[in-house]
């Protein structure tokens, strides 16, 4: 089996999971290789996600470390059949960096997904016009092909909000990003309109920080948070200045999920945030 050039986010999360495995039971790789006959230089590979590896080899690693979580055995087992250009996300390889195709796949899978934001309106929740309005203005200046097949890429992402069983979507909105006119007052409202329908659905909470909280909480943490089968397998996303970002060691996941519990308690209940929401709308 050749190796991966590219590996995606979910082939390195396998292997860094194996990683995590084998280390906790004080096993080297060298032994590891000895158990499936294999070159040491394949577990390496294995577990940086350059090398596919089947469910059985993979059950068979567990058990010799020792494992005795059968829920994350058999969420990383499912991903162990996951095949690189099934999913639709794969027709923007190429034209988009590949954390962007990451998130898509993460957010597919996902079982729940949860975000903060301060100055924008979440991804899923954009009108083509907003979403167009705010990769206009990248920094520095994005090719025409790429903010087009950006804003394609996003408005697809949403689809996942459209299923028959859609995963719950929990989002925190700073009042800043529903003022803030990107795009410029006819955009805005219409972006606005869009939130306030999507507010009705029964799998999305929205909750507002008004202007009024004193506390800086959570005022640099925009974030978005997409959950695994088992919590091992949760992953944040973040934006920086370089581009998009994941984290899932253990301890900034713990961080992140007290962030947003933090930033949820001074928030306004849902039924204050679609009123303050309604009369922001008015004022436009």
Known sequence: MPLRSTPTARQERLGVELRKMREAAGVTARDAAKLLGIDP????????????????RLRRLAAFYQCSDGALIDALSAITHEQRGQGWWEEYRGILPGPLRDLAEMEHHATFLRTIQITHIPGAFQTEDYARTIFNYS???LPQTERDARVALRMERQKILQRDEPPPYDAVIHEAALRVRFGGRRVARAQLVRLQELCERPNITMRVIPFEVEEPIGSGHAMHYTGGPVPQLDTVQVDT??????????????????????????ALSEAESRDLLHTIIREL
């Open 41 to 56: 230089a394949k577990v390496s590979h294995i577990e940086a996600g350059r090398l596919g590896v089947s469910e059985e």
């Open 139 to 141: 920094f520095p200046p």
């Open 241 to 266: 200045g370089t581009g998009v970002i994941f984290l899932d060691a253990e301890s900034l996941l713990r961080k992140y999920r007290m962030i947003f519990d933090a930033v949820k308690s001074v």
